[in-house]
């Protein structure tokens, strides 16, 4: 495919210097920004919206149209695109016009917009939807997949799921079937196990296509610390990975493993139980998250607070929404504005933005 070059003008913002590791997009009034950890200004709030930094690189809205600022807040590509996906491998795909095409970091085309949509590089391969099928092309523009397929996901573990006519299969990255299409529906592999839905029901398959854990529930998350929350009729309980109920099914909901608990709703209220189903922490609570940083997340009556592993509180409810720890930091909203925390509860940055999101790093 044929390269060309998109001019554009370098413009500076008036911004202080990403000087710190992490920032977060922040809005003040209706203008989006970037802050810095210490809660100022890294740029100036100035964009209709904006992403968070990929490579290097954070996209925003100005005027209607997308473009790219760096982490020092100079524009790199002007505003010029309808839409834009984060750059992954190098690449962004951008849409101008009605098609979609690739820029690089400079904002130059290196595939030329010519795609009804177009997905994120993963594994050196992009998914990109022409004529109404899907298909796959390498970081020159060539096709190595030609469009063929309904719909499709993202390579992951060397396999993609995609669908032909009704049914979804696996191939590899020259496209030739790894899992001939056989299921309702198909997700990525992770950690060798895919999860598949045949009849109705889910299960999980290895990479050659076996059933390790056949088709039988209704509802099934992916495997977290070596559990699944799984839901056959109306109660979840937790597999291992050869299928066997580790603990029985028996609540009304239930989250993900993370630090060796899991939260899980018994009647009404949310509780958290450990890996061989004991009550860690009664169930008491209207809504809960998982334990990050020994730290987790919950609702009493119309509040949240932060227990710990016993249940105890370490800050007590008084957040209308309350989110998981990030870097020793947790993102709160009081008084419909939202500030950050630290694990005593003491605000590192006083609530003040009406739309923010959590910290994640510059570079």
């Given at each position: 495919?044929?390269?060309?070059?998109?001019?554009?003008?370098?413009?500076?913002?008036?911004?202080?210097?990403?000087?710190?590791?992490?920032i977060?997009?922040a809005?003040?009034?209706k203008?989006?920004?970037?802050?810095?950890?210490?809660?100022k200004?890294?740029?100036n709030?100035?964009?209709e919206?904006?992403?968070?930094?990929?490579e290097?690189?954070?996209?925003?809205?100005?005027?209607?149209e997308?473009?790219?600022?760096?982490?020092?807040?100079?524009?790199?590509?002007?505003p010029?695109?309808?839409?834009?996906?984060?750059?992954?491998d190098?690449?962004?795909?951008?849409r101008?016009?009605k098609?979609?095409g690739?820029?690089?970091?400079?904002?130059?085309?290196?595939?030329?917009p010519?795609?009804?949509?177009?997905?994120d590089?993963?594994?050196?391969?992009?998914?990109?939807?022409?004529?109404?099928d899907?298909?796959?092309?390498?970081?020159?523009?060539?096709?190595?997949?030609n469009?063929q397929?309904?719909?499709?996901?993202?390579?992951?573990?060397?396999?993609?799921?995609?669908?032909?006519g009704?049914?979804?299969?696996?191939?590899?990255?020259?496209?030739?079937?790894?899992?001939n299409?056989?299921?309702?529906?198909a997700?990525?592999?992770?950690?060798?196990l895919?999860?598949?839905?045949?009849?109705?029901?889910?299960?999980?398959?290895?990479?050659?296509?076996?059933?390790?854990?056949?088709?039988?529930?209704?509802?099934?998350?992916?495997?977290?610390?070596g559990l699944?929350?799984?839901?056959?009729?109306?109660?979840?309980?937790?597999?291992d990975?050869?299928?066997?109920?580790?603990i029985?099914?028996?609540?009304?909901?239930?989250?993900?493993?993370?630090?060796?608990?899991a939260?899980?709703?018994?009647?009404?209220?949310?509780?958290?139980?450990?890996?061989?189903g004991?009550?860690?922490?009664?169930?008491?609570?209207?809504?809960?998250?998982g334990?990050?940083?020994?730290?987790?997340?919950?609702?009493?009556?119309k509040?949240w607070?932060?227990?710990d592993?016993?249940?105890?509180?370490?800050?007590?409810?008084?957040?209308?929404?309350a989110?998981d720890?990030?870097?020793?930091?947790?993102?709160?909203?009081?008084?419909?504005e939202?500030?950050w925390?630290?694990?005593?509860?003491?605000y590192?940055?006083?609530?003040?933005?009406?739309?923010a999101?959590?910290?994640?790093?510059?570079?």
């Amino acid at each position: 495919m044929k390269k060309f070059t998109l001019s554009f003008v370098v413009i500076f913002l008036s911004v202080t210097v990403f000087s710190q590791e992490y920032i977060a997009c922040a809005r003040k009034e209706k203008e989006w920004g970037y802050i810095d950890e210490s809660g100022k200004w890294a740029v100036n709030p100035q964009f209709e919206h904006v992403q968070s930094i990929s490579e290097g690189l954070a996209a925003f809205r100005s005027n209607g149209e997308w473009g790219f600022v760096d982490k020092v807040g100079k524009f790199i590509v002007n505003p010029q695109f309808e839409a834009v996906r984060d750059f992954h491998d190098g690449l962004a795909a951008v849409r101008k016009g009605k098609e979609w095409g690739y820029i690089d970091k400079e904002g130059k085309w290196l595939i030329n917009p010519q795609f009804e949509k177009a997905m994120d590089f993963t594994e050196g391969l992009a998914a990109i939807s022409y004529h109404g099928d899907w298909g796959f092309i390498d970081k020159n523009g060539a096709y190595i997949i030609n469009p063929q397929f309904v719909r499709t996901g993202d390579f992951s573990e060397n396999l993609a799921a995609v669908q032909k006519g009704r049914e979804w299969g696996y191939i590899d990255n020259t496209g030739a079937w790894v899992i001939n299409p056989q299921f309702e529906d198909a997700e990525p592999f992770i950690d060798g196990l895919a999860k598949v839905r045949k009849a109705g029901e889910w299960g999980f398959i290895n990479n050659s296509g076996k059933y390790e854990i056949n088709p039988q529930f209704d509802v099934a998350h992916n495997f977290s610390e070596g559990l699944a929350a799984v839901r056959k009729g109306r109660d979840w309980g937790f597999i291992d990975k050869k299928g066997t109920y580790i603990i029985n099914p028996q609540f009304v909901d239930a989250g993900d493993f993370s630090e060796g608990l899991a939260p899980i709703k018994k009647g009404r209220d949310w509780g958290f139980i450990d890996k061989v189903g004991k009550y860690v922490v009664n169930p008491q609570f209207v809504n809960a998250s998982g334990f990050v940083g020994g730290l987790a997340a919950v609702q009493m009556l119309k509040e949240w607070g932060y227990i710990d592993k016993k249940g105890n509180w370490v800050i007590n409810p008084q957040f209308e929404k309350a989110h998981d720890y990030n870097n020793k930091r947790a993102m709160v909203q009081k008084a419909g504005e939202i500030g950050w925390i630290d694990k005593t509860g003491t605000y590192i940055i006083n609530p003040q933005f009406p739309n923010a999101f959590d910290f994640f790093k510059a570079d």
